[in-house]
């Protein structure tokens, strides 16, 4: 199924991430104390779980502490990890990015996901092991394979983090206008989108708003970007980056495809620091399929304003 900027990327650790808010932890008893993970910064790390049954507490534990900004509730991050599912006596990794690019984190997390990072110094490696009460409670969730007795372990390293008003730094070059969109904005706030009356245009259209100074992205890098999302017909937007308060992150031209083709088409060799406008026909978008949750039908033209704001590249094993 094709993620898009309006159904968005959801790596599995953001999956097991997007529920309750904050909870705090208590004294961790043995076993999950005895829950280890070795070895340097920005490296797959080597994690030791006992063959035994885990322990009813929430057990955080910062392996490498690091020296940058403390992360904030209203910050995205940057993030290499680690997932593990402990069953029973049996433990298995799900996920890990070590081997492909780091990936965004942001929005609300799991509970003991969220306690165990808000506060955290970019730099830092966490390990923290979520019983099901600080993870997805009794129901588990079975689209990630969690049952409800299943304990979650994560070690995260924390790389670098964004604020929510994060936006383009480059020179202003365009407000659009003409028979294409016109973009009205202010540093810091979410760009102001203006269809005019006309028809669309037929094939995907890629207008420099901001220039930024910064390397081109390419292929395979994991792109942060803030963006906001119209339908050309309603002139209503139906997906915000802004208005979830947190950027938005994916690889860019990764197989299979992360994004709507026009978001790989068009970011593709912007420099870090533009702010980009794509107007993007069906075929370069949901296709004649459209997407009826974000109201979005088979015929709809889409514009985007996105402002590229880091490109990191993938990792090295």
């Known amino acids: 199924m094709r993620r898009t900027a309006a159904a968005l990327l959801l790596p599995l650790i953001a999956a097991l991430a997007m529920v309750g808010c904050g909870s705090s932890s208590s004294p961790p008893p043995s076993p999950n104390s005895s829950v280890t993970a070795t070895g340097g910064f920005g490296k797959a790390p080597t994690v030791k779980i006992p063959a035994e049954k885990a322990g009813g507490n929430l057990y955080i534990k910062t392996e490498i502490q690091g020296s940058g900004p403390a992360l904030t509730s209203t910050e995205a991050f940057l993030s290499n990890y680690v997932v593990y599912i402990w069953s029973g006596t049996a433990h298995r990794l799900v996920l890990s990015t070590y081997t492909a690019t780091p990936q965004v984190l942001s929005g609300t997390l799991l509970p003991g996901l969220e306690t165990a990072l808000q506060g955290k110094k970019m730099g830092s490696r966490v390990l923290a092991v979520l019983p099901p009460k600080y993870g997805y409670g009794?129901?588990?969730?079975?689209?990630?394979?969690?049952?409800?007795?299943?304990?979650?372990?994560?070690?995260?390293?924390?790389?670098?983090?964004?604020?929510?008003?994060?936006?383009?730094?480059?020179?202003?070059?365009?407000?659009?206008?003409?028979?294409?969109?016109?973009?009205?904005?202010?540093?810091?706030?979410?760009?102001?989108?203006?269809?005019?009356?006309?028809?669309?245009?037929?094939?995907?259209?890629?207008?420099?708003?901001?220039?930024?100074?910064?390397?081109?992205?390419?292929?395979?890098?994991?792109?942060?970007?803030?963006?906001?999302?119209?339908?050309?017909?309603?002139?209503a937007?139906?997906?915000?980056?802004w208005s979830r308060g947190a950027p938005f992150g994916f690889e860019i031209d990764a197989s299979p495809e992360q994004i709507i083709p026009a978001w790989d088409k068009g970011l593709l060799g912007v420099p870090v620091g533009s702010r980009v406008m794509l107007v993007v026909p069906p075929k370069d978008g949901y296709g004649s399929a459209g997407e009826s949750a974000a109201g979005i039908e088979g015929t709809d033209t889409l514009v985007f304003v996105v402002d590229v704001l880091d490109a990191v590249n993938g990792n090295s094993g």
Not at 166 to 184: F, K, M
Not at 189 to 217: E, R, Y
Not at 237 to 241: A, K, L, M, Q
């Open 138 to 235: 009794a129901n588990g969730n079975s689209e990630v394979g969690v049952t409800g007795s299943d304990t979650l372990v994560f070690v995260v390293d924390m790389i670098k983090s964004y604020s929510a008003t994060a936006s383009a730094s480059g020179t202003h070059v365009s407000d659009g206008g003409g028979s294409l969109p016109t973009v009205t904005s202010v540093a810091g706030q979410a760009p102001k989108v203006t269809i005019p009356a006309t028809a669309p245009p037929s094939n995907l259209v890629v207008t420099t708003l901001i220039k930024g100074t910064g390397p081109p992205v390419t292929k395979g890098q994991e792109v942060v970007t803030q963006y906001v999302g119209l339908i050309w017909r309603t002139r």
């Open 237 to 241: 937007v139906f997906d915000s980056s």
